[in-house]
């Protein structure tokens, strides 16, 4: 393993992902940050906060701001240090709209017919990932272990190399990795592994992902030599050395069980419950993506409903979706199809007061979105294909009363760990997903019970806590217990600072 010497000495954590674990929005005449909402400061926030620790990142911005007081504020409240990378327009069309989005996350999602394999994208994509690589070179110190977050940034840790910066990196794919007559199909296929290559480890979500990552290794890439037995295994190309194992990605169960169980979430929890007027909750939650399958959802209740009438009036389903990437053409037509899909299911099975689904386009604050885990029967969780799902272990969490029941994609890595005692579905299958409503919501309760329990004790056993220190383990041979919080305790708080958008 290369640059051995300096493990003993590693002491503190670098996060670098595509985006800040804030958003940056105006309003009026201000600028306010606000903390961000995807899973993966889900899962990072924990590791980072009180430990000194580190994230690079893009502020989600193009327009010239002044950031240093905003994000010392920011920095200072929720316990760790955050640095921005500066996007023009261009980069953020060509890197982050471009390649990632129009190429990888389609293709990696086995999903290549939506992908534009446009030349100028890749170029923009070198160009932005050797900013991000000048920014840890900048920002961090040659201790510091240097953790690159998701698709976004896979040359960081060869432009790194090739700038002569030492530092120990380690690279986390947070979405599926394709199988190889997929993988193919990308024209920079041979770069993208090499430059994976560069990294001290390599981290997938399941072990179906890493063999799908080694397969495309032992294929395209000329002598390569794997080996080593369970989650970690060795590759060897040349004189270098890299691990490259799976780490199903988790949650921080104690924090949510515990606020779940908050009494202002019991609260909100009960009249969410009343003004469904009897009805049971089916809940999905996703954010706005093709690769979710809300459509597919959608026509699967309404299916439902027309071969079980007798779930009309017994349950409503909830379908709460948060935008995202509103601004492309694409997002703009799934979010078209969502509404006229919720229009024709209500229009056709609404009666006496009961409405089938109450459709939300917008983000939820955490105490609605913990009482809606806690008021829903049914977690209806069915993405086309996904890395991980974080949803399904926060509704299983939040579960406290054990009646509830997880109806899961079979294509969610999520799967790999939940399959026992979830009800696993085909997302393509439209009357399966039917049939799974009807057998959860007649599942006998002594049934809903064990299969929960056992879910949460899952969960409980594998948190974001156990992830971490499983792939530090596999990067450094250290654990998260070996960089201390810092003597002196920064409570969390929800960020929302302001400054004028002039900067001034």
């Not at 911005?61 to 240093?68: F, H, I, R, W, Y």
């Not at 394999?117 to 510091?144: M, Q």
């Not at 599942?443 to 948190?463: C, F, G, T, V």
Request: net charge neutral; glycine share 6%; aromatic share 10%.
């Amino acid at each position: 393993m290369n640059n051995s010497e300096t493990v003993d000495h590693i002491t503190r954590l670098v996060a670098v992902s595509n985006r800040l674990p804030i958003r940056l929005v105006r309003e009026k005449d201000e600028w306010r940050i606000r903390s961000g909402e995807s899973g993966l400061v889900t899962a990072m926030a924990p590791v980072l906060r009180n430990r000194g620790g580190i994230w690079i990142g893009w502020s989600g911005t193009t327009q010239e701001v002044d950031l240093n007081e905003l994000l010392g504020d920011a920095s200072r409240n929720i316990g760790y240090q955050l640095h921005t990378v500066t996007l023009t327009q261009d980069e953020v069309n060509g890197f982050y709209k471009g390649f990632s989005n129009d190429i990888i996350w389609p293709l990696f999602h086995d999903l290549q017919t939506r992908c534009t394999f446009t030349p100028e994208y890749w170029y923009h994509y070198l160009n932005v990932n050797g900013k991000f690589a000048r920014a840890v070179e900048r920002y961090s110190e040659d201790s510091d272990f240097i953790w690159v977050h998701d698709y976004h940034l896979i040359h960081l840790a060869q432009i790194l190399r090739r700038q002569k910066t030492q530092r120990r990196t380690g690279f986390f794919l947070h979405i599926p990795f394709p199988a190889i007559d997929i993988f193919m199909k990308l024209p920079w296929r041979a770069q993208i592994l090499q430059a994976l290559l560069e990294y001290d480890l390599v981290g997938l979500q399941t072990m179906h992902d890493r063999r799908n990552f080694i397969q495309c290794l032992q294929y395209l890439i000329p002598n390569v030599n794997v080996s080593g037995r369970g989650a970690v295994l060795t590759v060897e190309i040349g004189d270098r050395s890299v691990r490259v194992g799976s780490f199903p990605i988790s949650i921080d169960y104690e924090a949510f069980s515990t606020n779940a169980a908050s009494q202002e979430v019991t609260s909100r929890t009960g009249w969410l419950q009343r003004s469904m007027i009897g009805s049971d909750i089916v809940l999905g939650i996703d954010r706005l993506d093709y690769t979710k399958g809300i459509p597919e959802r959608l026509r699967a209740f309404g299916n439902a409903l027309e071969r079980y009438p007798d779930l009309r009036t017994k349950l409503t389903m909830v379908q709460v979706v948060v935008p995202s990437r509103t601004s492309m053409v694409e997002y703009q037509l799934l979010k078209g199809e969502v509404e006229q899909l919720v229009g024709e299911i209500n229009g056709r099975f609404t009666g006496n007061g009961w409405i089938p689904v109450h459709y939300l386009f917008r983000s939820l604050n955490q105490i609605e979105l913990l009482a809606y885990y806690r008021a829903a029967k049914i977690g209806f969780v069915t993405p086309l294909k996904d890395g991980m799902n974080l949803i399904s272990k926060e509704y299983c969490t939040c579960n406290i009363n054990e009646d509830g029941v997880l109806i899961l994609s079979e294509f969610a890595g999520a799967a790999s760990q939940l399959h026992k005692h979830a009800i696993l579905v085909n997302p393509h299958d439209i009357e399966g997903m039917a049939d799974a409503i009807y057998t959860a919501y007649i599942m006998p309760a002594e049934e809903k019970k064990r299969r929960m329990r056992k879910l949460r004790e899952s969960i409980k056993r594998n948190d974001i806590y156990t992830w971490v220190d499983s792939y530090l383990k596999a990067a450094l041979s250290k654990q998260l217990a070996d960089f201390p919080p810092l003597e002196e305790y920064i409570p969390q708080i929800k960020i929302e600072f302001r400054k004028p958008v002039s900067g001034k």
